[in-house]
């Protein structure tokens, strides 16, 4: 499908996502840049949660977890 020739639209709108056909020049930059921060809130969020991890029924069975628990490095290196 083709799509029809840009029309005039009112330049006193202002719009949040950029308004009619919004294209910045370094959209890689800003997708790298915010990538770059969500992947290290997400390990920041997945470091605090492995240090604080505490099991008080112990599992019957090897769940994934215990490869990065501190609870379950601190048995192996006992051991």
């Known amino acids: 499908m083709l799509s029809g020739a840009r029309y005039p639209y ?3 709108v202002w719009s949040p ?4 056909w919004s294209r910045p020049a370094n959209w890689r930059n800003n997708t790298v840049i915010t990538f770059a921060g969500i992947f290290a809130i997400a390990y920041g969020v997945w470091t605090v949660s492995a240090d604080r991890e505490a099991r008080h029924v112990q599992p019957d ?4 977890s215990m ?3 501190k609870q379950y490095k601190n048995q192996s ?3």
């Open 10 to 12: 009112p330049k006193h």
């Open 17 to 20: 996502a950029g308004g009619w």
């Open 61 to 64: 069975r090897p769940i994934p």
């Open 67 to 69: 490869m990065w628990a």
């Open 77 to 79: 290196q006992e051991s």
